[in-house]
């Protein structure tokens, strides 16, 4: 089946570190990665879209300053949380899905972010 | 992006089986009905999709009457490491993927 690699599985930083988290389709071509952050306790919350070669679309109420998303190939995501502070302290996770029709969302399996 | 209801928690025992349903009045007729399990610090595990009627596979079959506005996930004599938080998203999966608005899930939870 489809594998969504996510890296780091866990980061604990000091306020103000940049964090760059890769994700990575393993075995299909992702043309379209999408960015999720995950509070305790609750659901999955879009951040933003990111189809290869463009820029991606953020969700409202979301920094695109403050999170970048690259998107440089058809197997590579990655998200910058920039001059991080302890708000910024979440699960974040990734998904991909291939360019057919009715392919569902893959996902990573997070990046637990810790800034001090 | 059509909104969906799901009951907040369930209990089970091992062995039996458990329905999920979820209501999507909104459904769109491109959409299609996704199922997503999700444990603690994981990301989600796709489980099922279908558009219409019934759908099974190794792990679960998946309910969808006529009107669409509802579905059913159906997991055969669950076991303790089933229990997970489950969620049903509705979408229209095109190429180049279109995105996907989580609910609060489901809260499964299976004991001996």
């Known amino acids: 089946g489809a594998v969504v690699s996510q890296h780091p599985s866990r980061v604990i930083c000091k306020s103000g570190t940049s964090v760059k988290i890769e994700c990575r389709s393993l075995?299909?071509?992702?043309?379209?990665m999408f960015w999720y952050r995950q509070f305790p306790k609750q659901s999955l919350m879009l951040m933003a879209t990111s189809n290869e070669g463009s820029k991606a679309t953020y969700e409202q109420g979301v920094e695109k300053d403050k999170f970048l998303i690259n998107h440089a190939s058809l197997t590579l995501s990655t998200l910058t949380v920039t001059s991080a502070h302890p708000e910024d302290s979440s699960f974040y996770i990734c998904?991909?899905?291939?360019?057919?029709?009715?392919?569902?969302?893959?996902f990573g399996d997070g990046t637990r972010l810790s800034i001090l | 992006l059509a909104k969906t209801t799901q009951p907040i928690s369930m209990d089970s025992y091992e062995g039996q089986e458990v329905n999920i349903t979820c209501s999507h009045n909104n459904i769109a007729t491109n959409d299609y009905i996704t199922w997503y399990q999700q444990f603690p610090s994981q990301g989600p595990r796709f489980i099922i999709q279908g558009y219409k009627t019934k759908v099974t596979n190794e792990v679960a079959s998946l309910f969808i009457p006529a009107d669409r506005k509802s579905s059913t996930l159906s997991l055969p004599r669950v076991s303790l490491s089933d229990t997970a938080v489950y969620y049903c998203l509705v979408g229209a999966p095109t190429g180049g993927g279109n995105k996907l608005t989580f609910g609060t899930g489901t809260q499964l939870k299976v004991e001996l």
């Open positions: 075995d299909f071509q992702a043309t379209t």
């Open positions: 998904s991909a899905v291939g360019g057919r029709d009715n392919q569902p969302q893959h």
